[in-house]
C-alpha cells in the first residue's frame, strides 16, 4: 500500500503524488473523467470553483489511515460497473446503464442496469445506488496549499468523515424506503460502497442480520477496496453482503446493547470533554 497522510489523496482524478501536463490541464479545467466534463461538486461560497476532491487520507475506527472516498463519482470507474455484471448479470445478453431513474415515493436511484429484447423492450433491470463518505470541516485548505506549492507540507488543517450521517443515517435510510420497494418487486437493490464504510457499520451497528449473499435478500452492499496499482488508484472488487428489511431495521437500531458505554465510561467521557473545553476543572 502507498505510503497515507490525512490529506486529500486524488484530486481532479488523478493521485496527488505526480503532478505532470495532463494534471495540471485538469486542474485549470476543472474536468472529471468518471462524468466525462466539469466536476459536479461546487464549493458553496464560491459555486464557480470546483471541489473536485475525489478521496482524502482518513481512517476509520481508530484504525491505521487509510484511502476514503468523498465524491460518489470517484465508484464510476469501468471495474465498479464490471463487477456488478459478472456478479449480477452474467445470463443477460446486453446492458444499458440509465441514470437517475425516478422510483415515486422511493425517490431517484443513481443507476438503472437494463436488459432490452430485440423490440427495445426491457426485459430485466437492476436497481444500483451509490454512497460515497462526507467530510466534517473541509480539506479544501489543503487544495490551496496544493494549487499554490503542488504538495501539502505548508499547513496542518482539520477535516474528518462524517461516517454516522453518510452510512448509518442517509444510506440506511434509504436501504429501507427503497428496499422496501424492491422487496415488493420481488427484486434486489445494490449499494456500492468501500470497505472502510462496512468495517464502520460492523462496528458502530447491529449487523447480525448481514450476511453473505443470498440471492433472495432485497438489500445488497457491493464492496470494493481502493487500492494501489503501482501508478494510479484504482476500485478492486471485494465482496458482497446480503441483508432484508428486518435486518436495515436492525442496523438503524444502532449498535448492540453488549457495546454500549456503561455509566462510569460516560461519565468520564464527560469529564475529559469538560476539562478540554475549560468548563471543569482538572482536580488530582
Aim: charged share 25%; aromatic share 12%.
Amino acid at each position: 500500500m502507498k505510503r497515507i497522510d490525512r490529506t486529500p489523496i486524488e484530486y481532479f482524478c488523478h493521485d496527488c503524488g505526480k503532478i505532470d501536463a495532463t494534471f495540471e490541464l485538469d486542474i485549470k479545467q476543472q474536468f472529471c473523467k468518471y462524468v466525462n466534463g466539469t466536476c459536479v461538486k461546487p464549493r458553496k461560497s464560491t459555486p464557480e470553483v470546483k471541489v473536485g476532491i475525489c478521496t482524502v487520507g482518513a481512517s476509520v475506527n481508530k484504525k491505521e489511515l487509510q484511502p476514503v472516498i468523498i465524491c460518489p463519482q470517484r465508484f464510476k470507474e469501468e471495474q465498479m460497473f464490471n463487477a456488478i455484471r459478472e456478479k449480477y448479470l452474467t445470463d443477460w445478453e446486453n446492458v444499458m446503464w440509465i441514470p437517475e431513474v425516478d422510483m415515486g415515493v422511493g425517490g431517484s436511484v443513481d443507476y438503472v442496469a437494463v436488459e432490452l429484447d430485440r423490440n427495445q423492450q426491457i426485459r430485466d433491470f437492476q436497481c444500483v445506488e451509490i454512497q460515497a463518505a462526507g467530510t466534517t470541516g473541509t480539506p479544501y485548505p489543503y487544495i490551496q496549499d496544493f494549487q499554490r506549492y503542488h504538495d501539502f507540507s505548508h499547513g496542518r488543517y482539520t477535516y474528518g468523515i462524517n461516517w454516522a450521517n453518510e452510512f448509518s443515517k442517509t444510506m440506511m435510510q434509504q436501504a429501507y424506503k427503497k428496499g422496501k420497494i424492491v422487496q415488493s418487486w420481488k427484486r434486489k437493490i445494490i449499494f456500492v460502497i468501500q470497505d472502510v464504510a462496512m468495517d464502520y457499520l460492523q462496528c458502530s451497528s447491529d449487523c447480525s442480520k448481514v450476511t453473505s449473499f443470498v440471492k433472495d435478500n432485497p438489500v445488497d452492499f457491493c464492496v470494493f477496496s481502493l487500492s494501489w496499482f503501482g501508478d494510479r488508484w484504482g476500485l478492486e472488487f471485494k465482496d458482497i453482503y446480503s441483508t432484508t428489511i428486518e435486518g436495515i431495521e436492525t442496523i438503524i437500531g444502532g449498535a448492540p446493547e453488549e457495546k454500549f458505554p456503561t455509566v462510569e465510561e460516560f461519565k468520564e467521557k464527560i469529564l475529559k470533554k469538560g476539562i478540554s473545553d475549560r468548563l471543569l476543572r482538572n482536580i488530582p
